[in-house]
């Protein structure tokens, strides 16, 4: 699991075109201490492809705190479920490709906003058809 910083760039695992994962981070405050979800007023997905900056599936700055597939635990544990519609290649024309999920949040009563991208990388698959 890794902890959110402004920037972090996920390694392993490359995500399979056209499938469902999920992200799981810790969020932590300026400070370095984990926010729980009960002091998060605003969690917002920007999902993106790195080069391009072109939004997937319709995901930018759409809510997830406690919808669309995201939620935070009491101890700061974020989890987002990406579907296959996430993990869709933006261009056929790599290997793969790198997505951005960018976090935007607010706590502690909404005086305090955090941001935080994480990077992961998508295989392009042969044979594996468009998803209308």
């Known amino acids: 699991m890794a902890t959110l910083s402004y920037k972090t760039v996920l390694q392993t695992p490359i995500v399979a075109e056209g499938t469902s994962t999920q992200l799981t981070a810790t969020l932590k405050d300026r400070l370095g201490v984990a ?14 492809e790195l080069e391009s900056e072109t939004v997937i599936n319709s995901r930018d700055a759409q809510n997830i705190l406690g919808v669309n597939g995201g939620s935070v ?14 993990n869709v290649l ?4 790599s290997g793969r490709e790198t997505h ?12 305090k906003y955090g941001k935080a991208e994480v990077h992961f990388p998508v295989a392009n698959l042969a044979h594996v058809p468009t998803i209308p």
């Open 35 to 48: 926010v729980p979800g009960t002091d998060l007023t605003h969690l917002t997905l920007t999902l993106y």
């Open 73 to 86: 635990s009491v101890a700061g544990v974020l989890t987002l479920e990406l579907s296959e519609l996430d």
């Open 90 to 93: 933006v261009s056929q024309d």
């Open 100 to 111: 951005v999920a960018l976090f935007q949040y607010r706590y502690n009563g909404g005086s």
